[in-house]
């Protein structure tokens, strides 16, 4: 299916935002901490709100989406930060998104090893690198190209600046991510305490695409 991968505007975003959803259902521990209740109205109307911030005020977020060249359906989305100072310190999230104490405290318990290995990434790379933050395809148009389309977007700007390009991949996403030059570095794990005993963790893998030679 031909698409071309294009910015994204504000106005997308609710629809990115259930392509979202769809994509995860609940399947996904991090995107369900992050984002509760992303599957109803009124979770997706916050998830909305989170994003149309980033967008406005991280300077490193580039959001893209992958249009259908023949309908102008989105087909999916992504959102690739192009660091050049480390990495960008958000202000933090409205804690009035989460329903109980226990479940901002949880977020931030998964959260933990991602800040963690990027920060790691951040101090090796020398503070020039790019980082996929997130990629997901509607399920209505998987294996469109929407995926790799996406990818390639920054993978292509990480070879014209020379650096490397880190993410990290679900077991449905790695085989998309080893195709494009990505290489398992680790899989991650999470210390749960008692007080989160019994809830499930992420099963993800730090992928790192090494740096080529800087175009001419």
């Not at 992504?78 to 933090?92: A, C, F, S, T």
């Not at 893998?205 to 080529?212: L, N, S």
Request: hydrophobic share 40%; proline share 6%.
């Amino acid at each position: 299916m031909p698409c071309t991968v294009h910015l994204l505007f504000p106005t997308d975003l609710p629809t990115c935002t259930r392509i979202l959803s769809r994509a995860f259902v609940h399947t996904s521990p991090i995107i369900d901490a992050l984002f509760p209740h992303h599957d109803t109205p009124a979770g997706q109307a916050e998830a909305v709100t989170s994003f149309t911030k980033s967008l406005s005020t991280n300077p490193t977020a580039h959001f893209l989406k992958a249009v259908d060249d023949n309908t102008g359906a989105i087909l999916g989305w992504g959102e690739w930060l192009v660091m050049d100072q480390g990495l960008y310190v958000e202000e933090k999230a409205d804690d009035s998104k989460w329903e109980s104490e226990a479940e901002r405290e949880w977020a931030g318990v998964l959260w933990a090893p991602l800040g963690a290995v990027r920060a790691q990434a951040a101090e090796r790379a020398g503070g020039r690198f790019l980082l996929l933050n997130l990629l997901c395809v509607d399920p209505e148009y998987q294996r469109s190209g929407a995926g790799t389309a996406l990818m390639r977007w920054g993978t292509k700007i990480a070879d014209e600046r020379g650096v490397e390009a880190i993410l990290e991949a679900t077991p449905a996403g790695r085989h998309l991510y080893e195709q494009n030059g990505f290489e398992v570095v680790e899989q991650m794990k999470w210390e749960i305490s008692e007080k989160f005993a019994g809830r499930s963790t992420p099963q993800l893998y730090f992928m790192r695409r090494p740096a080529k030679k800087a175009a001419a």
